[in-house]
């Protein structure tokens, strides 16, 4: 198996070869062909690391990505992962091989630049290919040509130490030294003790374990070899984004990062941009800005509407600084960001979903490292930059998956608003940030009544009409047409063209008024004042109504779902007419702006 697959991958790598010119190359590739046979051999006891190239949230995509891969390289095997996406991997190869072959495959762009090292210990079942189960398999020799190797030479190398020898080169370990390799045991899954630094009986256990699986004498004192070999385990989740140090002098601030994985894009102060340089589609934003306590509060708010920090996860303001960490719609962010010398630095990593374990060491690494240096950003950095209302310094504002118009309809702010505007949302606010729950719904009408979270002092309740409205009396509906855009309701303004549905159905009335879809969950008003209705959304029945129908739906009906939901609504207090101003004062005071959000 591994003289074919060798033979395959050389073939296919060497034109001299694939131009056949001359009989010494064929017998040279072929030694070079047995040579790797002798390596897969030799390592029949070694379980042999991979090479992981991708992940992917579903199945069907994970098959069809394998299916791409197997096309083109040898030994693709796909596996499920412990946090339920499914890995594409190559291999198993001894890691010499291991990292010779990354280098190789993504020099030629074979696989992505992200691709990494990757152990057994992860997977779960194996989905490729089909009705296969290679997880025992011997490592397969490397599919790319070997090092020349090295003279052989009289002084003694790590991988030759005696015990006593290893036990000399750890004393020389320092303290960190020493504590970085109990975590990267804890990591390995073969210590589980506190990180100390002091290599007791628990400690040598874990290295004697370490040791018997991966093949050497189980001594219980790491050679030097062995603990480059499990430092590079440990690290090569930042090794495959190529962690390194960066400074940025205008923003005063030096940090590590993943520079094969991201790149510098540009200033749009406070932030500094870097954009994704692989598919892994990364991203950073450095934090630099001269301020204070109210300006640290005031980004706080700011980050939390940004559409790279999702609504879901913790966040924590506290004296002069904050932390802010988001999962959701594919991708998680973390931002922190600290106040010192009228001088607020930070940073915001934002990275896709499923990959916890790498992103969990490349954020750990940047937060360690992040130093603030002399310098602050200028505050018109990128002043040039494209504008729009839904930017805030080249961040795309979150914009809620809907959004439609509410009235209060008690003291105790209880909101009426059409059912959609509360179906199958992970989050319900006013206004954006006052955050409600559906306590009743009809979705046979297409009516919800919301209940806030915490208490609310309405400026204005409704106030509901016990009298039927008269046909072609005029009324007036307040919404917001251009849901939000305006950051006011506006009036519209029609008759009542019957006091029952389009099939004639009770409960529902008919208006002559031409809204928006915003305006739906809106009060109806009549000239005194008083709420008759709730404006309802356009039938979705295949139909188009005429630009100047709308329906409503009736107190009654309204009054009914108010019950239900424990909400007591307020009797109209008059008959008499009111001033458009009046009713514009009224109408602001108690419409609100529902946001349905994912």
């Not at 070079?32 to 390592?43: D, E, K, N, Q, T």
């Not at 204070?292 to 002069?320: C, F, H």
């Amino acid at each position: 198996m591994a003289f074919h697959q060798s033979y395959r991958v050389l073939c296919a790598k060497d034109k001299t070869l694939r131009n056949g010119q001359t009989m010494t190359r064929v017998f040279s590739v072929f030694l070079l062909i047995f040579f790797l046979g002798l390596r897969a051999v030799s390592a029949q006891q070694d379980q042999g690391v991979w090479v992981q190239v991708e992940a992917q949230p579903s199945l069907r995509e994970a098959q069809e990505r394998a299916q791409a891969y197997a096309s083109n390289l040898p030994d693709v095997s796909g596996f499920r992962l412990n946090s339920g996406w499914y890995a594409i991997v190559i291999g198993p190869y001894l890691r010499s091989d291991a990292e010779q072959v990354l280098r190789v495959y993504r020099a030629e762009r074979q696989i992505p630049a992200d691709s990494y090292i990757a152990f057994a210990n992860s997977f779960n079942q194996q989905f490729w290919p089909v009705g296969v189960n290679i997880l025992d398999r011997p490592a397969v020799a490397t599919p790319v040509e070997p090092q020349e190797q090295p003279q052989a030479s009289t002084t003694l190398q790590p991988s030759q130490e005696t015990r006593a020898e290893a036990l000399r080169g750890e004393r020389l370990l320092t303290a960190q030294e020493r504590k970085d390799l109990q975590t990267a045991l804890q990591a390995a899954g073969f210590y589980a003790s506190t990180i100390d630094g002091a290599f007791g009986a628990g400690t040598r256990r874990s290295m004697q374990e370490w040791q018997r699986f991966n093949g050497y004498e189980a001594t219980g004192v790491l050679t030097t070899l062995q603990r480059k070999a499990l430092m590079d385990d440990y690290n090569a989740p930042l090794i495959s984004v190529g962690m390194g140090r960066y400074t940025d002098t205008d923003a005063g601030i030096t940090v590590d990062l993943p520079l094969e994985a991201l790149a510098f894009d540009r200033y749009e102060a406070p932030f500094a941009h870097f954009k994704a340089t692989t598919d892994l589609d990364a991203k950073a934003l450095l934090i630099s800005q001269e301020g204070s306590p109210a300006t640290l509060r005031a980004l706080y708010d700011v980050m939390q509407s940004l559409e790279i920090v999702p609504l879901n996860g913790p966040r924590e303001l506290r004296g002069n600084s904050f932390t802010i960490e988001g999962h959701g719609n594919g991708i998680v962010s973390f931002t922190q960001a600290a106040l010192k010398d009228g001088k607020i630095k930070g940073f915001t990593l934002v990275w896709p979903e499923g990959d916890d374990a790498r992103r969990a060491r490349v954020l750990a690494a940047m937060r360690s490292s992040f130093e603030a240096t002399e310098g602050v950003l200028d505050d018109g950095a990128g002043a040039d930059a494209e504008q729009s209302i839904d930017l805030i310094s080249g961040l795309q504002v979150r914009k809620p998956r809907l959004s439609r118009s509410g009235f209060f309809a008690d003291t105790g702010g209880s909101v009426l608003t059409v059912a959609e505007a509360a179906d199958n949302c992970s989050r319900i606010t006013l206004d954006s940030d006052q955050e409600v729950q559906v306590a009743w719904a009809d979705t046979d009408l297409g009516v919800a009544v919301l209940r806030p979270t915490r208490a609310l002092s309405p400026i204005s309740v409704a106030e509901f009409s016990s009298e039927q409205p008269r046909i072609q009396s005029d009324v007036a509906v307040s919404g917001f047409s251009y849901q939000g855009a305006l950051g006011a309701p506006t009036l519209s303004f029609g008759q009542v063209a019957d006091i029952r549905g389009l099939n004639g159905e009770n409960g529902v009335k008919r208006l002559t008024l031409s809204t928006q879809p915003g305006d739906a969950g809106g009060p109806v008003f009549d000239v005194s004042g008083n709420v008759i209705g709730m404006l309802l959304p356009t039938p979705a029945e295949g139909r188009s109504l005429p630009a100047s129908v709308s329906l409503a739906a009736n107190v009654d009906r309204l009054t009914e779902i108010l019950g239900k939901a424990g909400v007591a609504g307020q009797p109209g207090q008059g008959t008499a007419d009111i001033s458009p101003n009046e009713l514009s004062r009224r109408a602001t005071g108690m419409t609100v702006l529902v946001h349905c959000w994912d």
